[in-house]
């Protein structure tokens, strides 16, 4: 069923499988990882899908829980430089005095309407994006890694770089 402004693949609707960080020991050797190997700093924050339509972004959890609600500043940011039919995988996180602050992140979930305008004046969301699973509506998670990234630095995107700081530079 496609509502109104829906212009991702139906393949594309939560919960999603996103690909998980996982800790080792030590950097494998070069021969272990045919391909490339990555290696990303970790976030504290909550990993979050954000679902871009003609005309309107949800952001959800991996589990399938919709954040939309506590994250009304990512929502805003992501309508203005995200284009529809994109669906981006990464982290929401909130940064305080130059680190980041999951304690302010978990009290998004459980603040009242009162409490929650009050943080995103005092203690605004952002969202790191590391991998884009959906493109113009199409899915785009059977393309390589580095094929995906690439669309960050589309042309067509020229507000997005990977980051979404709707308030403040970390």
């Not at 020991?25 to 391909?35: C, D, N, T, V």
């Not at 954000?50 to 506590?70: A, E, N, P």
């Amino acid at each position: 069923m496609t509502r109104s402004g829906e212009v991702t693949a139906s393949a594309l609707r939560p919960p999603l499988e996103v690909v998980l960080a996982k800790a080792v020991k030590g950097i494998p050797a070069p021969a272990a990882l045919p391909g490339q190997m990555l290696f990303e700093p970790k976030f504290d924050g909550y990993r979050a899908l954000i679902f871009r339509d003609q005309d309107r972004v949800r952001l959800w959890s991996r589990q399938g829980k919709d954040l939309t609600r506590y994250f009304p500043d990512l929502e805003e940011a992501a309508a203005a430089m995200i284009p529809p039919g994109c669906v981006v995988d990464g982290e929401a996180v909130v940064w305080s005095e130059g680190r980041l602050n999951f304690e302010a992140l978990q009290r998004r979930l459980s603040a009242g309407r009162e409490g929650l305008r009050s943080m995103l004046v005092e203690l605004p969301a952002n969202f790191v994006g590391f991998d884009i699973l959906g493109v113009a509506g199409q899915d785009a998670r059977g393309l390589t890694l580095s094929d995906r990234r690439a669309d960050y630095v589309n042309p067509s995107w020229p507000r997005w770089d990977g980051h979404i700081w709707p308030h403040q530079e970390p």
